[in-house]
């Protein structure tokens, strides 16, 4: 199996870019990504945002990218929309198609429900 480098540019969401405070007290730059108004999908076991990748048929220069990154949105939702408005959807990101090796899966960090439920909707600071 392939591997495959994705790059995404989160700020092609609609977003908000603010700084909190964190727990030692230093500023902390965040990207605020509102779920609605992104089409996030809540699933029971996370917070998804559905993604395809096309597959560039013309490459431009020395690119080394094989597909564009766009979001997938539901069949309905996509289909109310106005030509204009499928076409102005934002290419979020790229992706490359590299050799046969399998890569190591990572392992992310999250943080607690406990954690995050001691802040009300106006919080100023961060658990980190």
Same mark, same amino acid.
């Given at each position: 199996?392939?591997?495959?480098?994705?790059? &995404?540019? &989160? /700020?092609? !969401? /609609?977003?908000? $870019?603010?700084?909190?405070?964190?727990?030692?007290?230093?500023?902390?730059?965040?990207?605020?990504?509102?779920? /609605?108004?992104? @089409?996030?999908?809540?699933?029971?076991?996370?917070?998804?945002?559905? !993604?395809?990748?096309?597959?560039?048929? @013309? /490459?431009?220069?020395?690119?080394?990218?094989?597909? &564009?990154? +766009?979001?997938? !949105?539901? +069949?309905?939702?996509?289909? %109310?929309? %106005?030509? $204009?408005?499928?076409?102005?959807?934002?290419?979020?990101?790229?992706?490359?198609?590299?050799?046969?090796?399998?890569? $190591?899966? +990572?392992?992310?960090?999250?943080? %607690?429900?406990?954690?995050?439920?001691?802040?009300?909707?106006?919080?100023?600071? !961060?658990?980190?």
């Amino acid at each position: 199996m392939a591997n495959i480098s994705i790059n &995404l540019n &989160l /700020k092609q !969401l /609609k977003h908000v $870019e603010r700084e909190f405070k964190g727990a030692d007290g230093s500023k902390v730059k965040c990207l605020v990504i509102p779920v /609605k108004e992104n @089409n996030f999908f809540e699933g029971e076991k996370g917070m998804y945002l559905d !993604l395809t990748a096309i597959e560039i048929k @013309n /490459k431009v220069g020395n690119s080394k990218d094989t597909h &564009l990154v +766009k979001q997938s !949105l539901e +069949k309905e939702l996509y289909n %109310s929309m %106005s030509t $204009e408005e499928q076409r102005a959807m934002p290419i979020l990101g790229n992706a490359i198609l590299w050799g046969k090796r399998e890569a $190591e899966p +990572k392992t992310t960090q999250t943080l %607690s429900d406990s954690a995050v439920e001691k802040y009300d909707e106006d919080f100023d600071d !961060l658990p980190f």
